[in-house]
């Protein structure tokens, strides 16, 4: 059985504050950084962790991709701080 697929937006967020989304998104995040780690390419990654076929649909597997890549980096670089310093 495949891996249950939690909903996505099409672009993660791209604002410098920790969203309710990217706290929502952890896993997914973690699951992109393990992929990249592992030399994964985009069209490796796209189906397994969103569902979407590069075949079918490259722009939007490609754009969703390297958005939450953006971002599970961003969040690796930045971001962490804020899980850290919770208020």
């Known amino acids: ?13 791209e ?6 989304y990217d706290r929502a998104h952890l896993v997914l995040y973690m699951r992109l ?4 780690a592992e030399g994964a390419d985009w069209t490796e990654a796209a ?7 590069p075949a079918a649909e490259p722009d939007r597997a490609r ?3 390297d ?3 953006a971002r599970a980096r961003w969040m690796t ?3 962490y701080r804020h899980l850290l310093s919770r208020r």
């Open 15 to 20: 604002v410098s504050d920790l969203t309710d």
């Open 1 to 13: 059985m495949p891996p249950e697929i939690d909903p996505f937006d099409e672009t993660a967020p």
């Open 77 to 79: 670089s930045t971001g």
């Open 67 to 69: 958005s939450h890549l």
């Open 63 to 65: 754009q969703v991709h």
């Open 33 to 36: 950084l393990d992929a990249a």
């Open 47 to 53: 189906p397994v962790i969103f569902g979407i076929d």
